[in-house]
């Protein structure tokens, strides 16, 4: 388990404790079992930037009709082409993508396709080369978002651009991101330069995920110029003490130990935002009384500005 995953799992827990389980959500909204409607700013990480169910996007619409179709094995499917189609002209400049069921998996990958093939490797059951290293060993992934201010080649080592793993070096020659479908199962993708290594393979998944995944992709592109200034800075007032806005992301202020009792204070005020310090999102479809609670109790502790 990374720590990522530990920090969600004690989120949870939190979040059960005070209101119940998560019984229906829609939009920026969860609505809880005690009758509690929290406002997401963590959105699943970015998978929920375009809202939940069919709120937002098309994608679960095209997830039912493919399910339908049961289209729900790990059988070759139809919509690979479409899929790197999607991705690489979301984020121009790469060669080629790949969707993994996990952090860890994207980072094997990762390590192995930048590697030299000196640090060996290893055939996982399905027949797939691994690297025999540590996902996190020696190596960072720059994590792409949608209306990020930075561009992907910046080695300024600027905060608002978040990075999985751990290690001193940045690869430029990966860039992850998170797919715009509310579905915890969509993973992760990452897009890669041509080198002189083969290209990874996609962790194995089925049809009807990867065709909803390439739908949501779509979605979003047709959704990024739709969203602007105006709407993400409605709230800088109430959360400028906390956070430092940059577009349509918030880089928190709070860090270290301060900063899993400041997401506990925001749960407090019926706000989630994520479990880890990593960028905020300001949501869409929200209003100034969803903040009312934060205002009217704010968190006090040292900010290092």
């Given at each position: 388990?990374?720590?990522?995953?530990?920090?969600?799992?004690?989120?949870?827990?939190?979040?059960?404790?005070?209101?119940?389980?998560?019984?229906?959500?829609?939009?920026?909204?969860?609505?809880?079992?005690?009758?509690?409607?929290?406002?997401?700013?963590?959105?699943?990480?970015?998978?929920?930037?375009?809202?939940?169910?069919?709120?937002?996007?098309?994608?679960?619409?095209?997830?039912?009709?493919?399910?339908?179709?049961?289209?729900?094995?790990?059988?070759?499917?139809?919509?690979?082409?479409?899929?790197?189609?999607?991705?690489?002209?979301?984020?121009?400049?790469?060669?080629?993508?790949?969707?993994?069921?996990c952090e860890d998996s994207l980072l094997r990958a990762a390590a192995l396709y930048t590697s030299d093939r000196t640090t060996g490797t290893k055939q996982d059951s399905t027949g797939t080369q691994r690297a025999a290293v540590s996902p996190n060993a020696g190596l960072r992934?720059?994590?792409?978002?949608?209306?990020?201010?930075?561009?992907?080649?910046?080695?300024?080592?600027?905060?608002?651009?978040?990075?999985?793993?751990?290690?001193?070096?940045?690869?430029?020659?990966?860039?992850?991101?998170?797919?715009?479908?509310?579905?915890?199962?969509?993973?992760?993708?990452?897009?890669?330069?041509?080198?002189?290594?083969?290209?990874?393979?996609?962790?194995?998944?089925?049809?009807?995920?990867?065709?909803?995944?390439?739908?949501?992709?779509?979605?979003?592109?047709?959704?990024?110029?739709?969203?602007?200034?105006?709407?993400?800075?409605?709230?800088?007032?109430?959360?400028?003490?906390?956070?430092?806005?940059?577009?349509?992301?918030?880089?928190?202020?709070?860090?270290?130990?301060?900063?899993?009792?400041?997401?506990?204070?925001?749960?407090?005020?019926?706000?989630?935002?994520?479990?880890?310090?990593?960028?905020?999102?300001?949501?869409?479809?929200?209003?100034?009384?969803?903040?009312?609670?934060?205002?009217?109790?704010?968190?006090?502790?040292?900010?290092?500005?």
């Open positions: 388990m990374t720590e990522r995953e530990a920090a969600v799992r004690r989120c949870n827990d939190e979040l059960i404790k005070r209101y119940g389980a998560v019984v229906r959500a829609r939009g920026p909204y969860l609505y809880t079992q005690k009758g509690v409607r929290l406002t997401d700013l963590y959105l699943d990480a970015g998978r929920a930037v375009l809202g939940r169910g069919c709120s937002g996007s098309n994608a679960f619409r095209v997830l039912k009709n493919t399910l339908e179709r049961g289209e729900t094995g790990s059988f070759p499917s139809a919509y690979n082409t479409r899929f790197q189609n999607a991705v690489l002209s979301l984020v121009p400049g790469y060669d080629y993508a790949a969707r993994f069921s992934v720059k994590l792409w978002r949608p209306w990020q201010t930075e561009t992907a080649d910046s080695n300024d080592g600027d905060s608002s651009y978040e990075t999985l793993g751990t290690g001193t070096p940045i690869t430029q020659d990966i860039l992850a991101l998170y797919p715009p479908l509310a579905l915890q199962e969509a993973g992760l993708i990452a897009v890669f330069k041509a080198g002189n290594n083969p290209f990874p393979l996609s962790d194995l998944c089925s049809g009807a995920l990867l065709n909803a995944i390439t739908r949501s992709i779509y979605d979003l592109q047709r959704e990024i110029p739709k969203r602007g200034e105006k709407e993400w800075s409605r709230f800088d007032a109430v959360l400028s003490p906390y956070f430092e806005r940059k577009g349509a992301y918030l880089i928190p202020k709070i860090e270290g130990a301060q900063y899993e009792d400041f997401a506990n204070h925001c749960l407090n005020c019926r706000l989630l935002i994520p479990p880890y310090p990593a960028p905020a999102s300001v949501p869409v479809g929200v209003n100034e009384g969803d903040f009312s609670f934060l205002k009217q109790t704010p968190f006090k502790c040292r900010i290092n500005l």
